[in-house]
T-cell receptor, first 112, second 119 residues
């Protein structure tokens, strides 16, 4: 019940295309859903996050779509660029709990 | 920009040896964490630390692990007797206090990690 399932495991997108990564969860107590971006040799860095009281959040080219009834959320990267090539992790947490539960990660490659 | 710094960046040790990984969290942060990432796998929570004590720990964080904040700036993870399966990247993270005294656990700031290789 504490798991967050992420797909796909890897994704290749052409420059300018839309990258879509999906996550699903079981625990309805989760109330905070961040996405982290990790470049090789670096730690994860917060990219964008959403709470379940909204269905969508957009920051520049990055959008989170959230479907509370389906217990799913996704990251959309519009106009994908080679510099977006990285591993992306979705995560979930319960406010007041002290830990993030991460998905398995998606290795995104943007071809020029 | 403030950042979390970790040392060493890479440590190789023999099975059964003790290892100490060090972290300097962001100075005004009050919550400190250790996560680990086995090669090619997801990031896993180990432990959180607040007000000089462990506030939450995972089942991974057994008796061979300990954490300490020996002074006002450092935060350490000690592995008493390393095993082969402890080989991983260990990430330190920190966060500010959130509303109601709880940390806003979504906004963690991670260090670049310490790669531990146990032979």
């Amino acid at each position: 019940q504490q798991q967050v399932k992420q797909s796909p495991q890897s994704l290749i997108v052409q420059k300018g295309g839309i990258s879509i990564i999906n996550c699903a969860y079981e625990n309805t107590a989760f109330d905070y859903f961040p996405w982290y971006q990790q470049f090789p040799g670096k730690g994860p860095a917060l990219l964008i996050a959403i709470r379940p009281d909204v269905s969508e959040k957009k920051e520049g080219r990055f959008t989170i779509s959230f479907n509370k009834s389906a217990k799913q959320f996704s990251l959309h990267i519009m106009d994908s660029q080679p510099g977006d090539s990285a591993t992306y992790f979705c995560a979930a947490s319960i406010q007041g709990a002290q830990k993030l539960v991460f998905g398995q990660g998606t290795r995104l490659t943007i071809n020029p | 920009e403030p950042e979390v710094t970790q040392t060493p960046s890479h440590q190789v040790t023999q099975m059964g040896q003790e290892v100490i990984l060090r972290c300097v969290p962001i100075s005004n942060h009050l919550y400190f964490y250790w996560y680990r990432q086995i090669l090619g796998q997801k990031v896993e929570f180990l432990v959180s630390f607040y007000n000089n004590e462990i506030s939450e720990k995972s089942e991974i964080f057994d008796d061979q692990f300990s954490v300490e904040r020996p002074d006002g700036s450092n935060f350490t993870l000690k592995i008493r007797s390393t095993k082969l399966e402890d080989s991983a990247m260990y990430f330190c993270a920190s966060s500010e206090a959130g509303q109601g005294g709880f940390a806003n656990t979504g906004e963690l700031f991670f260090g670049e990690g310490s790669r531990l290789t146990v032979l």
